[in-house]
């Protein structure tokens, strides 16, 4: 692959891999590191960041073509919908709206039935963290809905013939 130039569609490029590839590793940090069990919202939000990645690795791959810019736009989207997705989820943290009443477990082990019913409850209006009053999914919503803004305006830049 040829080096990437200092330009700001391959700044967005690159943004639309680093940005979801950052939020997952985070994520997985702190459910293996830190034994913060995802509820099944935390799993919606995990999703989009999935396909972006894959959206991200394949625009890359097709850079300097109409689909390689399709792909990061979908990108950029799919990013965003992470942000919202953890929008909705910390209302539901705060107490500003219901949510649903899904809940999650990761252990089966040996026996699927017995880790099933001895399973703790994740409660998706409870927050595993928060830092300054911020859960996780408020920070996913802040990061992914202002990098998202970003990624557009690198792409919008470039369009206006300013790349």
């Not at 985070?26 to 935390?42: D, H, N, S, T, W």
């Not at 394949?58 to 929008?87: D, E, K, N």
């Amino acid at each position: 692959m040829a080096r990437l130039a200092p330009s700001p569609r391959n700044w967005a490029y690159l943004l639309a891999l680093a940005v979801p590839a950052s939020l997952i590793l985070a994520v997985y940090i702190a459910q293996y590191g830190f034994g913060l069990a995802p509820c099944e919202m935390c799993w919606w939000q995990r999703y989009p960041h999935f396909a972006a990645i894959g959206l991200a690795l394949g625009a890359l791959a097709t850079r300097g073509t109409r689909l390689g810019v399709a792909l990061v736009w979908f990108a950029v989207s799919a990013i965003a919908i992470s942000g919202l997705i953890g929008a909705f989820h910390a209302g539901v943290e705060y107490g500003w709206w219901e949510g649903p009443t899904a809940c999650s477990s990761t252990k089966l082990g040996d026996d699927p039935l017995a880790a099933i019913m001895n399973a703790p409850l994740i409660r998706c209006d409870t927050p595993a963290w928060t830092m300054f009053g911020v859960s996780l999914a408020g920070y996913n919503f802040l990061v992914s809905i202002a990098s998202a803004t970003l990624i557009a305006g690198l792409l919008g830049r470039h369009s206006k013939g300013m790349g």
